[in-house]
């Protein structure tokens, strides 16, 4: 099944940067999508991501965090977990649109629109390599590692 290529996109980043797709062509890209910043899923998943992080390196990939976080809430995040890959924030929605990750929830009982963790691997010629939708956090970011490699 032939990829898809995916759209251009920029979402405002840590570190006073801004990410562009297309400003990383050539090269795999991981992006993972969680629900919210220093609650316990979404830190345990960051820590993997972060503890796996020099690997995925040197399989040739860059990882990012996206949600809909504030960038000063992705700061106290990236800096209290430290993290070595930069969080983007999609307050306006447009990735988390563009990739069809927003869905309804329960949460407690309740109804909620939020973020389904979703994870997506973007490789070099900036097409759709890999997605995983609905992500349990155990062993997750090793088994898009194991995938890294294989392109």
Known sequence: MPSKAVKDFS???TGNGTFRLSDHRGKTLVLYFYPKDNTPGCT???????????AFRKAGA????????SLRSHEGFKERMAFPFELLSDAEEAACAQ??????????????RGIERSTFVIDGEGRLAREWRGVKVPGHAQEVLDFVKTL
């Open 44 to 54: 345990v998943e960051g820590e993997n991501f972060r503890d796996l992080h020099k």
């Open 11 to 13: 979402l405002p980043s």
């Open 62 to 69: 860059e990882v990012f965090g996206i949600s809909r976080d």
């Open 99 to 112: 990739f069809g990750v927003i869905k309804m929830k329960n949460l407690y009982g309740k109804k909620v």
